[in-house]
């Protein structure tokens, strides 16, 4: 399985953004799929999850309410839409893939894609 994150970009705080991830391969209805991001100097963070079955959905605190992920199963993609966009946002964020649980651990996560960079300007 192969995953191929877009839609990173400069925006000013307030603005929204959407990444997309493609996946490529073998895709089952029972995986999760997610998001995760990294600020310069941190450790990577879980940031959203959906069942890519069910829909079922999981978010971080500090994006509830800001944040969407969804899924277009047809097309082996999903993304994430970010409103109301804060500096705080700014790291690059990754894709996932594989985990069979709604977990916010990314050692559940078989799949990665490379890492699409937001950076929100105050």
């Known amino acids: 399985v192969q995953l191929q994150a877009s839609g990173g970009g400069l925006v000013q705080a307030g603005g929204s953004l959407r990444l997309s991830c493609a996946a490529s391969?073998?895709?089952?209805?029972?995986?999760?799929m997610g998001w995760f991001r990294q600020a310069p100097g941190k450790e990577r963070e879980f940031v959203a999850a959906?069942?890519?079955?069910?829909?079922?959905?999981s978010y971080a605190d500090s994006v509830k309410g800001r944040f969407t992920i969804s899924r277009d199963n047809a097309k082996n993609t999903w993304y994430l839409q970010m409103n109301s966009l804060k500096p705080e946002d700014t790291a690059a964020y990754y894709c996932?893939?594989?985990?069979?649980?709604?977990?916010?651990?990314?050692?559940?996560?078989?799949?990665w894609g490379q890492g699409t960079q937001v950076t929100v300007s105050s």
């Open positions: 996932s893939s594989g985990a069979t649980n709604l977990s916010a651990l990314e050692r559940e996560y078989r799949y």
């Open positions: 391969g073998r895709i089952f209805s029972s995986h999760v």
């Open positions: 959906i069942r890519r079955g069910s829909g079922t959905t």
